[in-house]
């Protein structure tokens, strides 16, 4: 009901489009479902390693971000989308667009836990395989040990 209430407030406040205000929606539910994790994690004595990425994706479309990462560092990668995404799927690749981890798996939260063996740049690719309402709000977060 939160949702809602944000979403009529900034109807009220004028020069919000309703496709703007509903985009917000969905970047809503995929930001509470990463502080959840987020604080999940925390308990486990994970520290959030940088912010989270958000973004949206259209069924059977990839995209990829690059971050550096250093060796012997356990990094936990963990995505979300939003209540129209069925199945998302991420993996990991290093600098030579060598496959370091992937998770596959027909749900909507892929994980990756990994420990690079070198310091470098690596490509964290997601695909949006099942989204019943294009586009669908996805994002990541990556904790450290």
Known sequence: MKLLNLTTICLMMGGISLSTAAASEYDTQVKLQLLEIETE???????????????????????????YFQAGTEYYIVG?????????????????????????SDDDMPVLIVTPKWDGVYYVETKMYDCSDEPCSHGHLIMTD
């Open 80 to 104: 979300v989308c939003d209540v129209d995404c069925i199945d998302i799927d991420m993996w990991l690749y290093d600098e030579n667009g060598n496959e370091i981890d992937e998770d596959e």
């Open 41 to 67: 994690l925390e308990s486990e004595g994970y520290t959030l390693d940088r912010k989270y990425t958000l973004d949206t994706l259209n069924e059977d479309s990839t995209q990829t971000h690059s971050y």
